[in-house]
C-alpha cells in the first residue's frame, strides 16, 4: 500500500474509532408522569394529580436532581403570606440502587391565597451513585409546613419513573448496599419545559467524544510519521 493511501485509511478508521466511543456513550431518559396525591391535611384529606418531571444535571461526582410539579397539590383554607409555607419531598432510588434522596426548596415567593391549589417549587438535592448502573427516580412523599402545621402527600397510583440514568460509583464499584442521599435546599428556578437538560450521560459523551478526537489525533500523527519516513526512500 502507498504512504498516500496508508496516511488516509489510517486517519479513516481513527475517525470511525472516534464514532464508535460516541455512539457506546450512555443516555438518560426522563418523562413527566402523572402523580396522584393523598395529601392528609389539618383540616382532613385531600386528593390532587401534578405530573412530575425529574431532572438530572451532572455536578462534581454526583448529580444535581431537580424535582417539578406541573400542578398545584393541596389547598389552604386561610391565605398563606409570602415565605409561609416550605416543602419538602424524598424520590425514591431503583434499578441499580436502592433508598431515597431527600430533596428541598425555597419558601413560597409570593402569597398563596386561600382554597387555591399550592404551587410547588422546584426541589434539588444531589446524587451520589454508589452502585454501576441504571438508576431510576420515581416520584414519593411531599411534605409541605405551613403556619405551624404538616401536611404530608403521598402517591398513591404507584408512579413509574419520571428519570433514569445511567450512573458510575466512585471507583466503578457495582455492590453495595441499600443507600439513602440527603439534599439541601436549593434557590428553586423553574426547570419547565420540552427539553431534558445536560445531563452526567451527556457529559461523558462530550468526555468520550475528547477521546475519540484524541484516537483521530495520534492516527494522524502516525500516519505523518509513516510518509516522512518514507520520502528518503522514495527520493533514492
Partial sequence: MSYPKRTAALASAAALAGSAVLL???AAHADVVDVNYRCQTPIGVK???SPIDIKGVRSGGGYK???SWQKGVSSSPVELG???MTPSATI??????SGTLAVSGPA???AIPANTPIKISDL???YTPRKTG?????AATLTIKALGTTTTCAPTNSPKPSLTLDVTAAGGSSSGGSSSSSGGSSSGGSSSGGQLPQTGPADSAVALGTLGGTVLLAGAAGALWLTRRGQPAARR
Wanted: proline fraction near 3%.
Fill in 47 to 49: 386528593s390532587a394529580v
Fill in 24 to 26: 457506546a456513550a450512555p
Fill in 92 to 97: 425514591r432510588l431503583g434499578g441499580a440502587d
Fill in 108 to 110: 413560597n415567593a409570593a
Fill in 124 to 126: 434539588s438535592g444531589t
Fill in 134 to 138: 441504571k438508576v431510576t427516580f420515581t
Fill in 65 to 67: 436532581i431537580t424535582m
Fill in 82 to 84: 409570602k415565605g409561609a
